[in-house]
């Protein structure tokens, strides 16, 4: 009995180590079967969250950011991510005991996002990058979580941006590591004249490289297809920014400015965006307010009886009809409270909070019917000419414009044989 109350004790304190209340996957907010790209989305948006340069003064910050980066590190990799789960943070210590890497967290958000790893005041920085993705209206009204991929610029990881297969950098003996050479010019005779150009020996860089990296050629970049995860938070605005941090393309030279992404209107895809057939897919939007054509027939425009259900961009129907009776005009608009675009708000994605709605406008087109049988004719003129007789009014007199009648000579000549 007491054998087994040891073991049961070691076995608990063993899952503690393993499993305890702050770990790494509870650092970074994901789950145990989070892939390498949640792993990295956490820690990208962390680790810009609790940068100390971004946190002046505050120490939790600073400790914030150093778990942050340890919980990815120890994650990111296949094996010490398989130890960790085995074995927890012991695991880990004993494998760092033997000779495991540990890299210092600013040297690790360098490498992750390019530049120096902080955000110092006068360190160059690479240019922002605008891109265009097209949302369908859909997705602008119901909000959607997506991807986009796009060719960015990124550090090589095989030589950690050095460009060297052997991690060998030389200071290049022509400039001295300056990148610039000083040229003197002859003008005339005892004058001279000093140009500073670019060192050709190095490029620039002010370093030489004997082993190229075979995969960046010594360019220490390489470009990659890379994958963004998009949010569209609901009602957000047509051409609306969505700024990420550093996102842009990475270099060791400078400090990765911010990916820009502008959310487009597309056209309607019947096929392609609209698989649950709704008719919303084709309104028109304006701000915070849709618009939408209904066509109608001549029976129904003028003796009313008809009734329409309009489905909406989120799956709900909108019911359009009039009684018996009930005239409608051509061009004729309603205006339908609450059934336009949720008003986007930053505290759209609070379960506190409830979404206004804009207007939807419906304008009706009347079709007139292009033919008719000889008795329908017949039947219809006999009853305009009844009405005409008793209520009609004649348009041409009631607008006053003036009367022409053909005079009788024009009508009386005759062409001369």
């Not at 082993?211 to 360019?219: A, L, Q, R, T």
């Not at 701000?287 to 066509?295: A, C, T």
């Not at 709900?316 to 336009?340: M, S, Y």
Request: hydrophobic share 35%; net charge negative; aromatic share 10%.
């Amino acid at each position: 009995m007491l054998l087994r109350l040891v073991t049961f004790g070691l076995l608990f304190i063993l899952a503690q180590l393993a499993f305890g209340a702050e770990d790494f996957y509870k650092i970074l907010g994901i789950d145990r079967q989070a892939t390498d790209k949640q792993i990295k989305s956490a820690y990208r948006q962390l680790s810009k969250k609790f940068h100390p340069d971004k946190n002046p003064g505050d120490e939790t910050a600073k400790d914030k950011f150093v778990e942050v980066s340890e919980a990815y590190e120890a994650l990111i990799d296949p094996e010490s991510r398989k130890i960790y789960d085995q074995y927890g943070h012991e695991g880990l210590k004993q494998r760092s005991q033997g000779g495991g890497q540990h890299h210092d967290p600013f040297d690790l958000f360098s490498r992750f996002f390019g530049g120096g790893g902080h955000y110092q005041r006068g360190q160059p920085r690479g240019h922002d990058i605008e891109i265009k993705v097209g949302i369908s209206l859909r997705d602008f009204y119901n909000g959607r979580d997506t991807e986009f991929s796009w060719e960015k610029q990124q550090i090589c990881e095989e030589c950690n941006g050095t460009g060297s297969a052997d991690g060998v950098v030389d200071t290049c003996g022509h400039c001295g590591g300056h990148g610039v050479r000083i040229m003197k010019h002859q003008l005339a005779p005892g004058m001279f004249q000093q140009v500073q150009t670019t060192c050709d020996a190095c490029g620039g860089r002010g370093k030489t490289i004997k082993h190229k990296c075979p995969v960046c050629k010594g360019n220490r970049v390489v470009r990659r297809p890379t994958t963004v995860t998009l949010k569209i938070a609901r009602g957000v605005a047509r051409d609306a920014k969505i700024v990420y941090e550093n996102e842009a393309d990475a270099s060791p030279d400078w400090v990765a400015g911010d990916l820009i992404v502008t959310l487009t209107e597309k056209d309607p895809d019947f096929e392609n965006d609209n698989p649950d057939h709704v008719d919303g897919i084709f309104f028109r939007r304006k701000g915070d307010d849709l618009f939408w054509r209904e066509v109608l027939s001549l029976r129904e425009a003028w003796m009313g009886d008809w009734t329409r259900n309009l489905t909406h961009l989120d799956g709900h129907v909108v019911r359009l009809g009039r009684k018996r009776g009930e005239i409608v005009q051509p061009g004729h608009v309603d205006t339908i409270e609450g059934e336009g675009m949720p008003i986007w708000s930053e505290e759209g994605d609070s379960v506190y909070h409830q979404f206004q709605y804009g207007k939807l406008f419906v304008e009706y087109v009347v079709v007139l019917p292009d033919q008719m049988e000889s008795g329908m004719a017949k039947e219809f003129w006999a009853v305009w000419q009844k009405w005409r007789g008793k209520i009609g009014v004649d348009l041409q007199q009631d607008s006053g414009r003036p009367e022409v009648k053909p005079s009788v000579a024009a009508e009386d000549e005759k062409d001369e044989l």
